[in-house]
């Protein structure tokens, strides 16, 4: 793996499309390519070599609204001589912090080192600190449980069709933005699991009330995916033993029902579900440790599930 800068791609991507598109939009207004030259800081034939169309360019960057609105407020302001090189630096500073904080120096940057493939740029805009650390680690958690979902083909037949989300919760998280999963969740399409996006904290709302409600009894709880429910995959779980609950899906307040329930328990189930009510689809969840062990669960009673009849009705 190549170790890559952000400021790397700054120097070698976002100024040279800097350049050309200011050499542009100077050009359109009759400076000559020296005036061009003397305001950017380069020579007269390379300035030649780009309004000539031969300078390198990032797409995404040239592409931009806010950089195009950028580089032609500075081509007005040096027409207008209302504008000193410092000010114009400013505003390249500026961008560049915009483009650094998950925007498309962020993007270029994510290609160069794939190992930074949905952190959103964290690493460059925060830092390295105790919390962005853990948000990173359950990230990753749920990046690799979404993985183990897509390399199951059996969990397709399974998926219902509001689709499934997989989520893992940062430690003491009490609301859906301490939840990382799969913005517009994932989708079964000819027989293959669809991934929309990458996971990111308050994307889920059903999975993540439910992870949160068995948090609140058991905050080793922290890991959840959602299913169908199908009389296969409760005979799956019965056959193995696992301990379910049954609720009802139309309670005003789900998250109190669901506490109040987990109180009585006074054990999360790994498996709870209910058969749906008017214009709700009958849905089971799976808990767990993270998000990984729920993809592992999964996997083992959906296999399971192919050896029973009725995988395609709801309980």
Sequence with gaps: MSLRLPSEIVVERFLPT????????????????????????????????????????????RENERMQATMARIADGFAADTMSGYEALAELLELIRAFEDRGPICAVHEEEMPALDGLGCDLCVRGSDDGVLAERDVLRTVRT???????????????????TNVATALPEATDATAVAAVPGRVHAVGGRVLVPAQPEFGASQHVAETLLAAMAIDPSVRGALNLATSDALLAAAADRGIDTLRFDA??????????????????????????????????????????????????????????????????
């Design 250 to 315: 139309d309670y005003e307040n789900r998250a109190e029902h669901l506490r109040k329930r987990f109180r009585e328990r006074e054990e999360i189930p790994r498996l709870i579900y209910h058969e749906g009510a008017f214009g709700i689809e009958p849905v089971t969840y799976l808990l767990g440790a993270d998000a990984i062990e729920a993809a592992a669960l999964a996997g083992d009673l959906v296999a399971a599930a192919d050896g029973f009849d009725g995988t395609d009705g709801a309980s």
């Design 18 to 61: 800097a350049r050309s598109m200011l050499a542009d939009e100077l050009a359109e207004r009759d400076f000559t390519q020296q005036e061009i030259a003397d305001r950017l800081g380069v020579t007269q034939a390379a300035v030649s070599k780009s309004l000539g169309g031969d300078g390198a360019v990032e797409e995404r960057f």
């Design 145 to 163: 449980a979404v993985r183990r979902v897509t390399n199951t083909p059996e969990i397709a037949a399974h998926v219902p069709k509001v689709g």
